[in-house]
């Protein structure tokens, strides 16, 4: 990843954080809407109404004016046209060199050099304020708010999450990544009535989420390693359970490396989840990939001695034979075969009803429709990297 790609999720994760942080010490009455009508977050109140940009500046030692020229035009267009609402604009930003808690108000020199500005890309918004003349009643309404870095911001939201009954462990393991994960899903949503959330409603919906979410924007907190761990002791608990039928999506547009990495990871996954014949139930992996591939990964797992099911009849999918049990010769320690394969958009959904399963492991950024009408256990991952799939399914003792 980039230095500026690496940057630029690091800023969404703060305001994914600011965001939280500000709906845990809002009242009963206070409504937030993440991606708000000038970005990032909106705070209202039975009172007023306060507009929160984001800007974290790790990289950047010392606070300039010109580092905040484009939020301020951002609210100072959307105060042009809407100078009689009783809006607040708050730029929270962090910088190395500045008091955290500090705050900087603006003035009247300041805002002029703003709007003197040449920058290219700034001149759209100073060309909406060209007959503007109100600067002096913005200013009363903005403030720049110095916050913390982003490893202290979230030691601190974790402390205000265990104030609201979690235990400190299950805030700082459990929900708190899966507060950012919902924030940072929410903040998608085209429909600005979804993205409008209020505490009690959303810490009611939290508490109800007791698996760690591992997913791109988790991946990037101070603790994820942490968070893997307690993901791995969660499935763990899953997959323990000798007799549970299971079955394994693994996604080709999603996991790196796929067609390379997947029939090692089946076969230790196979090694070390149905060895035992007399209680182990044959687990289905269904891949989401294309024919070609996936009789790549069947001749793979063939060469590796591994006999499969793959439910065909003269080149045809037949779900009888697919879903029948391998015969076995128990005193002989013989199995007919030891996994299913399918393919998982052509199959999967003509078994999924009749095959039981248990658990339903996904390992995708994708949604697939049967998760809203299956009865089962799912377990969803969002990780691409086999190291971090297999270390999670306890397929290896280290990352």
């Given at each position: 990843m980039s230095r500026s790609a690496d940057y630029t999720i690091q800023g969404f994760i703060y305001q994914f954080i600011i965001t939280f942080h500000e709906?845990?010490?809002?009242?009963?009455?206070?409504?937030?809407?993440?991606?708000?009508?000038?970005?990032?977050?909106?705070?209202?109140?039975?009172?007023?109404?306060?507009?929160?940009?984001?800007?974290?500046?790790?990289?950047?030692?010392?606070?300039?004016?010109?580092?905040?020229?484009?939020?301020?035009?951002?609210?100072?267009?959307?105060?042009?046209?809407?100078?009689?609402?009783?809006?607040?604009?708050?730029?929270?930003?962090?910088?190395?060199?500045?008091?955290?808690?500090?705050?900087?108000?603006?003035?009247?020199?300041?805002?002029?050099?703003?709007?003197?500005?040449?920058a290219t890309d700034l001149q759209k918004y100073i060309a909406?304020?060209?007959?503007?003349?109100?600067?002096?009643?913005?200013?009363?309404?903005?403030?720049?708010?110095?916050?913390?870095?982003?490893?202290?911001?979230?030691?601190?939201?974790i402390v205000c999450l265990a104030s609201e009954g979690f235990t400190t462990e299950d805030a700082t393991e459990i929900f708190y990544p899966n507060a950012i994960h919902?924030?940072?899903?929410?903040?998608?949503?085209?429909?600005?009535?979804?993205?409008?959330?209020?505490?009690?409603?959303?810490?009611?919906?939290l508490k109800k989420k007791k698996k760690t979410a591992i997913s791109r924007w988790t991946k990037e907190l101070q603790d994820y390693t942490?968070?893997?761990?307690?993901?791995?002791?969660?499935?763990?608990?899953?997959?323990?359970?000798?007799?549970?039928?299971?079955?394994?999506?693994?996604?080709?547009?999603?996991?790196v490396d796929f067609e390379r990495n997947i029939p090692i990871l089946i076969q230790d996954y196979v090694a070390k989840y149905n060895s035992k014949i007399r209680l182990n139930q044959t687990p289905v992996f269904s891949l989401v990939c294309d024919e070609d591939m996936l009789n790549n990964i069947w001749k793979s797992l063939d060469q590796k001695k591994l006999n499969i099911e793959r439910g065909m009849i003269a080149n045809t999918f037949n779900t009888t034979r697919f879903l029948r049990d391998p015969l076995k010769v128990i005193k002989d320690g013989i199995i007919e075969f030891k996994l299913k394969l399918c393919n998982h958009e052509?199959?999967?959904?003509?078994?999924?009803?009749?095959a039981g399963f248990d658990d339903a492991i996904i390992i995708s950024n994708r949604n697939f429709p049967f998760e809203d009408t299956t009865s089962c256990n799912i377990e969803k991952l969002k990780t691409q990297e086999i190291n971090e799939i297999k270390y999670l399914l306890s397929l290896t003792s280290t990352l």
């Amino acid at each position: 990843m980039s230095r500026s790609a690496d940057y630029t999720i690091q800023g969404f994760i703060y305001q994914f954080i600011i965001t939280f942080h500000e709906l845990l010490l809002s009242s009963e009455n206070t409504e937030i809407t993440i991606e708000g009508i000038v970005e990032d977050i909106d705070v209202n109140t039975p009172t007023e109404q306060i507009v929160i940009q984001c800007k974290y500046h790790e990289s950047k030692q010392k606070f300039t004016l010109s580092n905040i020229y484009k939020p301020v035009l951002q609210m100072l267009c959307h105060y042009k046209n809407n100078p009689t609402k009783n809006i607040n604009y708050w730029l929270h930003a962090h910088f190395p060199n500045e008091t955290v808690g500090s705050e900087k108000i603006l003035t009247k020199t300041e805002l002029e050099t703003i709007l003197d500005s040449k920058a290219t890309d700034l001149q759209k918004y100073i060309a909406q304020l060209s007959s503007f003349t109100q600067g002096d009643e913005f200013l009363k309404r903005f403030k720049v708010k110095f916050g913390a870095t982003l490893s202290d911001t979230e030691k601190a939201v974790i402390v205000c999450l265990a104030s609201e009954g979690f235990t400190t462990e299950d805030a700082t393991e459990i929900f708190y990544p899966n507060a950012i994960h919902a924030i940072a899903e929410l903040s998608i949503q085209h429909d600005e009535q979804k993205r409008k959330i209020k505490k009690a409603d959303f810490l009611n919906e939290l508490k109800k989420k007791k698996k760690t979410a591992i997913s791109r924007w988790t991946k990037e907190l101070q603790d994820y390693t942490k968070f893997l761990k307690q993901r791995r002791k969660q499935i763990g608990e899953i997959l323990n359970g000798n007799s549970r039928k299971r079955a394994i999506i693994l996604d080709a547009n999603y996991i790196v490396d796929f067609e390379r990495n997947i029939p090692i990871l089946i076969q230790d996954y196979v090694a070390k989840y149905n060895s035992k014949i007399r209680l182990n139930q044959t687990p289905v992996f269904s891949l989401v990939c294309d024919e070609d591939m996936l009789n790549n990964i069947w001749k793979s797992l063939d060469q590796k001695k591994l006999n499969i099911e793959r439910g065909m009849i003269a080149n045809t999918f037949n779900t009888t034979r697919f879903l029948r049990d391998p015969l076995k010769v128990i005193k002989d320690g013989i199995i007919e075969f030891k996994l299913k394969l399918c393919n998982h958009e052509n199959e999967f959904d003509s078994i999924v009803n009749e095959a039981g399963f248990d658990d339903a492991i996904i390992i995708s950024n994708r949604n697939f429709p049967f998760e809203d009408t299956t009865s089962c256990n799912i377990e969803k991952l969002k990780t691409q990297e086999i190291n971090e799939i297999k270390y999670l399914l306890s397929l290896t003792s280290t990352l």
